[in-house]
């Protein structure tokens, strides 16, 4: 059977979308970070280049830390990597595991809300 030359090999495929990968791939099925939940502006600090035995780094571990050079914000880090926040989050609960980097959470979002203060907000806003 003959090729038709005006149709294209595989017509489920765009050239121009890029290659698709499904980004549970990339977690491997995953979708909850091993560890806690972590916060969207939490400093994310390479800590070695290093693999620990035992630990094989897809190229997006190894992207994440060397973009973790310099302290960067997990939603930064999203963005200059084009990952999803979930997939990161899982990727970087890896990382965590495997000593490779470490995560400094801002002050107000590990510590709980003064309700003093809160309620002083409310009464001043109503008196407004």
Do not use: C, N
């Amino acid at each position: 059977m003959a090729a038709d030359p005006l149709r294209r090999p595989h017509e489920w495929l765009d050239l121009d979308a890029g290659p698709v990968f499904r980004p549970y791939a990339l977690t491997r099925g995953r979708v909850a970070p091993s560890a806690t939940d972590y916060d969207l502006v939490a400093f994310v600090i390479a800590t070695s280049t290093e693999t620990p035995p035992g630990f094989h780094p897809q190229p997006e571990h190894r992207a994440i830390v060397a973009a973790a050079g310099e302290p960067i914000t997990i939603v930064e880090l999203a963005s200059k990597l084009d990952l999803s926040i979930g997939v990161l989050r899982v990727l970087l609960s890896d990382l965590r595991s495997a000593g490779m980097i470490s995560l400094d959470e801002p002050p107000a979002a590990s510590e709980p809300h003064d309700v003093d203060v809160l309620k002083a907000v409310v009464h001043g806003l109503r008196t407004l």
